[in-house]
């Protein structure tokens, strides 16, 4: 076959390199917070995560979706899903490297911070599959509320990859997930119509359906229902311990925009056995530090798709020549790329310090930080990473647009952290909840971005009067309480870019640092509904809406 043309000026594939090692802001953060001694393991990690093969994997198990058989083929029902190899490739790594519930188990300083390293890492080469590997972590400090039956489950969640429904005494380890949305309710949990009637011995009977159940081929979940003294929550196991299937009928599987290669379902439950977890009545304080962590994994899944999508940009533009020069050397292309990089810098930073605070439970500080700065980081980091993701695509032109980029599947996978536990008002009501309830939270972050002002040589200034208007919105929204949800989201848009620059300004270079500030102060980089409190919303909504 003759030639019709030589293929020139197209960027080799980013791979075969240590994605751990090439994260500046990522490395430098586990410097701060992380343990030497296990850095060689987030090496390996990267090494893994760069390599051309798990790439591959991802897109194996992007491509060959989660298959539902709810019977067997005599008729019995079996409700089980079935995965593509590569798809436990990829569980098989992430539980292997500790992602899973493997710091409580470990008893380590730091081993949060590690875990989180690896989380951010090992996400950038596929998402989905980290929802059962989130949802395993957060289950372990809920559990602890009954620690009869933590010392049941905690050691098999911190246990080996085993997939596959068996009884859970028989498996070395086992995965965990959540079911509390239901049709009727969405977030408001309290809503819920699912019934639990006692059966003895802390055993209860649950009957109805929920909307999405996260990671239904899990071996044990957290179920919220309504028991006689209200809304309490629930272990249920898929195989009881003689070895019968529980009831837990998969309706379908759902057809999502993006999280393709991860099964989220439509159950029902019918006479389901589940053990009461913590007090009747109390579903929502017992279940709410499960909510917690897997409010940080959104932050540090959000972190990575940034980091991702920024890695493929620079890496192509800097192989790419438009015009007599290289890409990532025209002014306007760099200003895009450093853009895109100073956000992703910031998200990292960010996420894990919020991390680190998981390991210093006995420091009142950390956890009020911890306390007001996931709501501010969930808001903000997952509410950024669809813009930076499409930012990043188009730095590709045209070669972003194709799947073989793997940029489509970044950008179909960019909004569900900012939906998945809690979207954005959500979050904003929380950190009123916050606000008006618990001032340590609120001065822990004054702490930290008052530090920051006064070491700020040049940024200083900026600083410190941003902060004077975020304390003077402060205040208006404390005047006028009945005002305050209108502003709920400007405050945490403007509370979490604070708390960034606080982070930025003492650990960063000072051309980052300077960046960010000069920038994103005012947290007008692109969400919506931070509207002024005098507008008319409701005339120019009904002016929006279709007839009823």
């Not at 000026?9 to 430098?28: G, I, K, R, S, T």
């Not at 380890?173 to 408001?188: I, P």
């Not at 994994?297 to 959000?302: A, P, T, V």
């Not at 200003?335 to 310090?353: G, H, Q, Y």
Request: contains cysteine; charged residues 20%.
């Amino acid at each position: 076959m003759t030639a019709t043309h030589e293929v020139t000026n197209q960027p080799p594939p980013l791979v075969d390199y240590d994605a751990f090692a090439a994260d500046a802001a990522l490395v430098e953060a586990y410097q701060r917070h992380g343990s030497a001694a296990r850095r060689e393991s987030l090496h390996d990690l990267g090494r893994a995560a760069g390599s051309a093969e798990a790439r591959q994997w991802a897109r194996e198990a992007d491509t060959h979706h989660p298959v539902l058989r709810t019977h067997d083929r005599y008729g019995h029902r079996i409700d089980e899903v079935d995965f593509h190899p590569s798809w436990h490739r990829l569980m098989e790594t992430a539980v292997s490297h500790g992602l899973h519930a493997g710091p409580w188990g470990l008893g380590e300083p730091h081993a949060h911070a590690t875990r989180a390293a690896g989380f951010l890492v090992w996400s950038q080469v596929e998402a989905a599959h980290m929802c059962p590997i989130s949802m395993t972590y957060a289950a372990v400090p809920a559990l602890r509320v009954s620690p009869a039956i933590s010392s049941v489950w905690e050691p098999r969640l911190t246990g080996p990859y085993e997939p596959g429904l068996r009884p859970p005494g028989a498996k070395a380890g086992v995965l965990a997930g959540m079911a509390m949305t239901e049709k009727q309710g969405g977030s408001d949990v309290r809503a819920n119509s699912t019934r639990a009637e006692p059966a003895g011995d802390g055993w209860y009977e649950l009957t109805g359906h929920k909307w999405f159940c996260s990671a239904p081929m899990n071996d044990v979940f957290l179920v919220l229902a309504q028991a006689p003294e209200g809304l309490s929550c629930f272990v249920v196991p898929r195989i009881l311990d003689d070895g019968s299937r529980n009831v837990f009928r998969i309706q379908r599987l759902k057809d999502k925009l993006g999280n393709r290669a991860n099964a989220s379902a439509e159950i029902e439950l019918d006479g389901t056995h589940g053990q009461l977890l913590g007090e009747e009545g109390r579903g929502v304080p017992t279940i709410i530090e499960m909510v917690a962590a897997t409010r940080l994994d959104c932050i540090l899944g959000s972190a990575a798709q940034m980091r991702r999508a920024v890695a493929e940009a620079a890496w192509h533009t800097a192989h790419r020549t438009a015009f007599g020069t290289k890409l990532d050397d025209a002014p306007l292309m760099q200003a895009v790329l450093a853009d895109l990089a100073v956000e992703s810098e910031a998200a990292t930073a960010l996420a894990i310090r919020l991390a680190s605070c998981v390991d210093h439970a006995g420091d009142p500080h950390e956890q009020a930080l911890r306390r007001i700065g996931l709501p501010l980081g969930k808001f903000w980091v997952c509410k950024r990473t669809p813009h930076v993701v499409a930012e990043s695509l188009e730095c590709l032109g045209g070669n972003g647009y194709v799947e073989e980029s793997d940029m489509p599947r970044l950008y179909r996978e960019a909004p569900l952290n900012s939906i998945w536990e809690g979207a954005g008002n959500v979050q904003a009501l929380d950190l009123l909840r916050v606000l008006t309830r618990e001032p340590e939270a609120i001065n822990a972050w004054r702490a930290e971005v008052d530090v920051a002002a006064d070491a700020a040589p040049s940024a200083g200034a900026q600083l410190r009067t941003a902060v004077a208007d975020v304390e003077s919105l402060l205040r208006a929204v404390a005047a006028e309480p009945d005002a305050a949800a209108r502003q709920a989201r400007t405050l945490a848009g403007r509370m979490a870019v604070l708390l960034q620059a606080s982070l930025l300004v003492r650990f960063a270079p000072p051309a980052v640092a300077d960046a960010f500030c000069a920038t994103r102060l005012d947290a007008s980089h692109g969400v919506f509904g931070m509207v002024p409190p005098a507008v008319d919303t409701r005339t120019i909504l009904d002016r929006a809406t279709p007839p009823r």
